[in-house]
């Protein structure tokens, strides 16, 4: 994956659908998406006025559509066709869906996507797709299925609903890190978002008041491989944005390796700083140079 072409969004923002002035704030933010929830935020009685809602602002909207997306509800459930009737003539950027099963369901969700693009006369495949793969535990043993998946440019997964579906009390250790399972979930994603060729991008911060906690995670997550992670309040989205962005120690140091392989094209070990340095450390650096527009 590393020298692919993938999706780069790295803060993804959630807003209710059922509140023009949180979706104004965030829409006027730095978050590079933005998600205008219909699924969680909003209560079974506020689904239907929360729809018109989304529809009217994303109509309001004179342009940047392609950040705005929509969390839908589950599609094994009763809102998820409602939603998307009611907020596709808005034309929004991408679908976040929820609760996915495995590869079957992004591609029901293209079917419909694909009517209704033609109903509305938008271009085909526009409307992009980032799947929630670890909400159920059915879905932890298909992470690694959606490869090819119609309109998927990310990946993301959830702690909270997995907990519930596992009949957890808990989900996370004494200290604060997630338990065994759903670091197992974190890895799940990463790996098959890496499997897919799309984008990896960490879950939820809880705590929207532990900036430094989140940068933390952020860098950690980053080095892991993630390229980008969910928000839940607006303060949160410049730390994210900046833990995803390389600083410039990290890109001086691959411009290095990059230009030391340039000066012994046909080497294949290099020895650098006190350590040797071989191919993969090249993909590494070229990969972090591209990710910062170098």
């Given at each position: 994956?590393?020298?692919?072409?993938?999706?780069?969004?790295?803060?993804?923002?959630?807003?209710?659908?059922?509140?023009?002035?949180?979706?104004?704030?965030?829409?006027?933010?730095?978050?590079?998406?933005?998600?205008?929830?219909?699924?969680?935020?909003?209560?079974?009685?506020?689904?239907?006025?929360?729809?018109?809602?989304?529809?009217?602002?994303?109509?309001?909207?004179?342009?940047?559509?392609?950040?705005?997306?929509?969390?839908?509800?589950?599609?094994?459930?009763?809102?998820?066709?409602?939603?998307?009737?009611?907020?596709?003539?808005?034309?929004?950027?991408?679908?976040?869906?929820?609760?996915?099963?495995?590869?079957?369901?992004?591609?029901?969700?293209?079917?419909?996507?694909?009517?209704?693009?033609?109903?509305?006369?938008?271009?085909?495949?526009?409307?992009?797709?980032?799947?929630?793969?670890?909400?159920?535990?059915?879905?932890?043993?298909?992470?690694?299925?959606?490869?090819?998946?119609?309109?998927?440019?990310?990946?993301?997964?959830?702690?909270?609903?997995?907990?519930?579906?596992?009949?957890?009390?808990?989900?996370?250790?004494?200290?604060?890190?997630?338990?065994?399972?759903?670091?197992?979930?974190?890895?799940?994603?990463?790996?098959?978002?890496?499997?897919?060729?799309?984008?990896?991008?960490?879950?939820?911060?809880?705590?929207?008041?532990?900036?430094?906690?989140?940068?933390?995670?952020?860098?950690?997550?980053?080095?892991?491989?993630?390229?980008?992670?969910?928000?839940?309040?607006?303060?949160?989205?410049?730390?994210?944005?900046?833990?995803?962005?390389?600083?410039?120690?990290?890109?001086?140091?691959?411009?290095?390796?990059?230009?030391?392989?340039?000066?012994?094209?046909?080497?294949?070990?290099?020895?650098?700083?006190?350590?040797?340095?071989?191919?993969?450390?090249?993909?590494?650096?070229?990969?972090?140079?591209?990710?910062?527009?170098r």
């Amino acid at each position: 994956m590393a020298n692919q072409e993938i999706f780069s969004a790295r803060s993804w923002l959630f807003a209710p659908g059922d509140s023009d002035k949180k979706m104004e704030k965030a829409t006027a933010g730095s978050a590079d998406i933005v998600i205008f929830d219909l699924e969680d935020a909003v209560a079974p009685s506020e689904k239907p006025k929360a729809r018109t809602m989304v529809r009217e602002f994303l109509q309001g909207q004179a342009g940047g559509h392609e950040r705005l997306w929509v969390r839908i509800n589950p599609l094994d459930g009763p809102y998820a066709v409602d939603d998307l009737a009611a907020i596709m003539p808005g034309r929004p950027g991408g679908i976040m869906l929820p609760k996915a099963y495995g590869r079957a369901d992004v591609e029901l969700l293209n079917n419909y996507l694909t009517a209704l693009e033609a109903a509305f006369g938008f271009e085909q495949g526009s409307t992009k797709v980032i799947a929630l793969v670890t909400e159920t535990a059915e879905a932890m043993y298909t992470t690694g299925d959606y490869k090819g998946a119609p309109r998927l440019v990310a990946m993301t997964w959830g702690a909270e609903d997995l907990a519930d579906a596992l009949g957890a009390s808990e989900n996370r250790n004494p200290d604060g890190s997630y338990g065994f399972t759903y670091e197992m979930a974190r890895s799940f994603c990463l790996i098959g978002a890496a499997t897919a060729g799309v984008a990896p991008i960490e879950t939820i911060q809880g705590d929207f008041r532990d900036l430094e906690g989140l940068r933390k995670r952020a860098e950690k997550v980053r080095r892991d491989g993630y390229r980008g992670m969910l928000a839940i309040h607006p303060a949160q989205v410049d730390v994210i944005n900046e833990a995803f962005s390389p600083n410039e120690a990290e890109i001086a140091a691959a411009q290095e390796i990059v230009d030391l392989f340039a000066a012994n094209p046909g080497a294949g070990t290099i020895g650098f700083k006190g350590a040797m340095v071989d191919r993969p450390h090249l993909a590494r650096a070229q990969a972090l140079l591209k990710l910062a527009g170098r």
